[in-house]
Every structure is written in C-alpha cells, then in structure tokens.
C-alpha cells in the first residue's frame, strides 16, 4: 500500500471515534494555494448550474482565513444553522463510524488536500471534496436532515446487512444526485460539484441518461466509481428526497429489492420517468479507448 492511500486499518492513536485535531496549522502555503486554485475555479463554474441551496450554502466557506477552512470556524459557523459539526479524519473511515457521526450530525473530512498534479481527479475524497462538495448543503435545513437520517438509515442497514443498497441512494443523491428547478437541472452532488469537468458533463453532455428519481429504483442500479456517470437520478426537491426516506420501511424494501436482480448502470425499467435519454457515446468512446 503506498503512502498515499488514505485508508487506515485501525483508528489514530486515543481516537476510538477517528477523528483527529484539524491542526490547521500543518497546511503548507501550497497546499492552501491549491484549495484557492480549486475554489476559485468552482465557485466560477457553479452560478446557473449548481442548486440554489447549494449556492446560498456557500457562504458559510467564505471565512476569516484565505486557503483551507479552519473547521472550528467553520462548524461554529455551521452549527448555529443547523446543528452540524464538520470533524477531521485522517482518510476513509469504517462504516459504522461513519455513519455514527452522521447521524449525530457530525460530518468527516479528510485531513490532506490533492496534489497541485491531481487537481482535476482524486479519487480519494480529500478535504476540498469533502469541504467544498458537501459543507454548502450542510448549510440547508431540509438537505441537513436527510443526511442524519441517512446516517440512521445506515446504522439499520448494516445491521440488516443491506449496504449495498443504501449505499446507493447516498451515491445517486449526496455524491452524484441532480434536481429540477424552475429553470432547469441543476447539480447538488458533491461529486459534481467539486470535479470542474462532470460540473459539465452532468448537465450539458448528451452521453448520460437522466432519470426521474425512485428510491427503490436508485437502491437496485449498480453505479461506477472511477470515471463519470451513465445515469443521473433526479429529484423534484429536497424536501421531497427527505420525505420519502424518513416515511420509507426500509427494511421489507431491502428484502423485496434482494429478490430482484440488480439494474446494470446504463439501463431503462419500464417504469422509469426518463428526463433525458442519453446517447452513451462518453462511455462507447471510452470503451473503444481501453479496447484500443
Ligand atoms: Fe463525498
């Protein structure tokens, strides 16, 4: 394993929850430079394509210091909005911890920042995914419930062995969701919204599908982690995306959906509310491309 893979096998020393102290201070001017780069680049892109709560949300990123959030500053900032904290883990922490945290409304954030030669991919979540994709939404009420509600829902499915299913519905929503707006789709994942190139791609490419979002739908689709999306889910709000999980019996779901095979990542149901019918081209040319 190389040094740069942030994934531990046990906790930091005397942190039995995994956090560690931010220590703002341990950030080099290059590594802040990076963040600016970064932000500024985002920040630009976002108007018109982010959601409005995602863009409101912002401001609370806007603090005293230049660079990299000082996470005392910014959860002082953040809780007086709603409740949330935002804490310091060293990399990927395990599942349970994970969403113990949530549920509590603590949110970790990986305590290192990308390379300035990885600064358009990573697959690492680092602290500008981490702060930068997720702090904004953190910021709305309604978003901020659905993730301690998320975070319940994962201590339940762990218990009922059902990850692999919820853990769906946080990628094609945290990670990667989109809602309708008066004026269009706009983007609120946070995989999105930090990588400048899908902030496009998700929105303006014809290759990916577009489909109405369906809980048990979203828990049956397979999804990628290395490359852009094929399918985007869309939700009609936010307060919409909570009501559906807080009143969902998840449990029967879970044993209703593990009889059913899993729907490979470019496919329709005949259910579906299809948005927009992608070409696939991205992903052909892609494939051609590996084929070579
Ligand atoms: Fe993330």
Redo the contacts with the bound molecule.
């Keep these: 394993m190389s040094n740069e893979t942030h994934v531990l096998d046990s906790p930091p020393p005397g942190s039995s929850d995994w956090t560690v102290p931010q220590d703002w201070a341990h950030f080099t001017a290059e590594e802040h430079a990076t963040w600016d780069t970064l932000f500024a680049r985002q920040a630009k892109l976002l108007p018109g394509r982010a959601s409005e709560a995602y863009l409101r949300g912002l401001d609370v990123l806007k603090l005293s210091k230049p660079g990299i959030p000082d996470f005392e500053e910014l959860s002082e900032r953040l809780m007086k909005l709603t409740g949330w904290q935002v804490v310091a883990v060293p990399g990927l922490v395990p599942d349970d911890v994970f969403f113990d945290h949530m549920a509590n409304r603590r949110f970790v954030a990986g305590n290192f920042i990308r390379r300035p030669d990885q600064l358009d991919y990573l697959q690492e ?1 680092d602290v500008f ?2 702060v930068f ?2 702090v904004p939404m953190l910021a709305d009420p309604v978003f901020a419930d659905y993730l301690v509600a998320y975070g319940q829902g994962g201590q339940r499915a762990l218990s009922l062995d059902a990850l692999k299913y919820l853990g769906r519905l946080y990628w094609y929503t ?2 990667f969701g989109l809602i309708a707006e008066p004026e269009g789709l706009r983007i609120y994942g ?2 999105i919204v ?1 990588s400048a190139a899908e902030s496009r791609f998700a929105l303006d490419d014809p290759s990916p599908n577009r489909i109405g979002f369906d809980l048990r739908r979203v828990m049956r689709t397979e999804y990628r982690i290395d490359d852009f999306q094929q399918n985007y889910f869309v939700i009609p709000s936010f307060d919409e995306l909570l009501r559906v999980t807080v009143e969902t019996d998840f449990a029967p779901l879970y044993d209703e959906i593990s009889a059913l095979p899993d729907i490979a990542i470019a496919a329709f149901e005949p259910d579906d509310v299809v948005i927009s019918r992608g070409t696939q081209d991205y992903a052909k040319s892609r494939r051609a491309a590996i084929l070579g």
């Design positions: 979540p995914h981490d994709g997720h945290v990670e946070a995989g930090s």
